[in-house]
């Protein structure tokens, strides 16, 4: 696609649910990352893919958050046991690689603005 | 770790010019770069300087000096559109994640 896709825009959840939220990334981009942000502070690194693997989790906070990407294009963040603290933004960004594609930045998709009640 | 300090606000007129300082301290640091992001949008790559001096595209510029750990975005010739908040990042030489400051919020005034 032309962009990063984001599904669902928004979702409201009830404490303890299992949600899954969804990132299309740009056409031929091998890197995948996941990041969240809560209001008024910047994005906070979770996990990033480099193809099929997760090259890098460890901005996942505990085990009740998981992310996969099976084929290397479309990924899933996976949050089980929700709590009231998981209330934030989550955005999803792609890369055409990783090394000195960071000199082209990352794109951004608009997010999934999650709320736990 | 790393931690990067950067002011949580600032206002300027249209017509202006505005610098957004980041300071950081990070091990293995590759490289800073610089995003907008307007409210509920999503954040959009402005820049990213990896040596020493300026790079300007446009009406914004980026500086960096990696001796005092330290780099501005300059935005120039102040837009209402670029009422926004801006965040810098660092990229560690071991990976390719960014680790982003807290965000700078710009408003413009007419």
């Known amino acids: 696609g032309a962009g990063v896709s984001q599904t669902p825009s928004n979702k409201v959840t009830e404490k303890g649910k299992y949600v899954e939220l969804r990132c299309d990334p740009i056409?031929?981009?091998?890197?995948l990352y996941w990041y969240r942000q809560s209001l008024g502070q910047g994005p906070e690194f979770l996990i990033y893919?480099?193809?099929?693997?997760?090259?890098?989790d460890s901005g996942l906070p505990n085990d009740r958050f998981f992310a996969v990407r099976p084929e290397g294009s479309v990924s899933t963040l996976k949050i089980q046991r929700t709590e009231r603290g998981d209330s934030a933004m989550y955005l999803c960004?792609?890369?055409?690689?990783?090394?000195?594609?960071?000199?082209?930045?990352?794109?951004f998709g608009s997010g999934t603005r999650l709320t736990v009640v | 770790g790393q931690s990067l300090e950067q002011p949580s606000e600032v206002t300027a007129v249209e017509g202006a010019i505005v610098q957004i300082n980041c300071t950081y301290q990070t091990s293995g640091f590759y490289g800073l770069s610089w995003y907008q992001q307007h409210d509920g949008g999503a954040p959009t790559f402005l820049s990213y300087n990896a040596l020493d001096g300026l790079e300007e595209t446009g009406r914004f510029s980026s500086f960096l000096s990696r001796s005092d750990s330290y780099g501005y975005l300059l935005l120039q010739e102040l837009q209402m559109k670029d009422s926004a908040s801006y965040f810098c990042?660092?990229?560690?030489?071991?990976?390719?994640?960014?680790?982003f400051g807290g965000g700078t919020r710009v408003l413009v005034k007419p």
């Open positions: 056409s031929g981009h091998t890197a």
């Open positions: 960004a792609s890369s055409p690689g990783t090394g000195v594609w960071v000199f082209y930045g990352y794109t």
């Open positions: 990042a660092v990229s560690k030489a071991a990976g390719n994640k960014l680790t």
């Open positions: 893919f480099q193809g099929t693997g997760a090259a890098d």
